[in-house]
């Protein structure tokens, strides 16, 4: 069941993986089907070593369909992102370092480059601590995410969502391009941030209707 679906999203976490952004079992990758099933990562396996079989399908009250394995320990948190924004059918959860900083010391990852308003459709809100394999965490994440496709989780990592697991994609890799450059110029000096108008252009630029291939 959903062979292709499982393949990707073993590609997308191998893919978090090369750009740095998840290490060893860390973070989690799911998707909501069009039946309205959940596919996510199975907890604590090494993403090189999956193949399609150890993903495993819930429904969306979190009951096994099928598969074997002992399901990621965020699965509470991610049901609930499901249930409570219609729109998004992919999940990504990341440990991803250079945001995580920003989340250490800011309340808000700033739209500084152009980059985060394309994919994270704007700046990217730094939200309180919520404990990894909980449902606080979930809660957070509908709280904070405020209509945008990322929301950082203080002393903790990232949340990203989308439509499509390439949009969840984008989300995590443009917002550590994002967190790094910010980092770099407020080493240095006070970063120039966008204007809301800026911020509204950079965000049309990218619908998927004018960029990319179909």
């Known amino acids: 069941m959903y062979e292709n679906e499982k393949k990707e999203i073993i590609k997308t976490a191998l893919l978090l993986k090369e750009y740095r952004l998840i290490a060893l079992s860390g973070g989690n990758v799911s998707f909501r089907t069009q039946k309205g099933h959940v596919l996510a990562t199975p907890s604590g396996m090494l993403y090189e070593t999956m ?15 099928e598969g074997t394995r002992r399901v990621s320990v965020d699965i509470e948190a991610i049901l609930y992102i499901l249930k409570n924004i219609p729109e998004v059918n992919a999940v990504i ?11 250490l010391v800011e309340d808000e990852l700033p739209a500084a480059v152009t ?5 994270c459709l704007g700046p990217v809100t730094v939200a309180p601590y919520s404990s990894a394999a909980s449902l606080e965490m979930g809660i957070t994440t509908v709280k904070y ?25 984008y989300a995590a890799v443009y917002l550590e391009d994002a967190a790094k450059t910010y980092i770099m110029a407020k080493s240095i000096g006070t970063p120039a941030i ?18 990319g291939q179909n």
């Open 51 to 65: 193949v399609p079989e150890d993903v495993v399908v819930l429904n969306i009250d979190g009951n096994i369909i």
């Open 194 to 211: 966008l204007d809301a108008e800026q911020v509204e252009v950079a965000v049309e630029k990218f619908r998927p209707e004018k960029y």
């Open 93 to 103: 959860h990341t440990h991803q370092v250079y945001a995580s900083a920003v989340g």
């Open 145 to 169: 995410i405020n209509n945008k496709r990322a929301v950082i989780l203080k002393n903790h990592g990232v949340i990203t969502v989308g439509g499509t697991l390439k949009e969840a994609l």
């Open 115 to 119: 980059t985060l308003p394309n994919a």
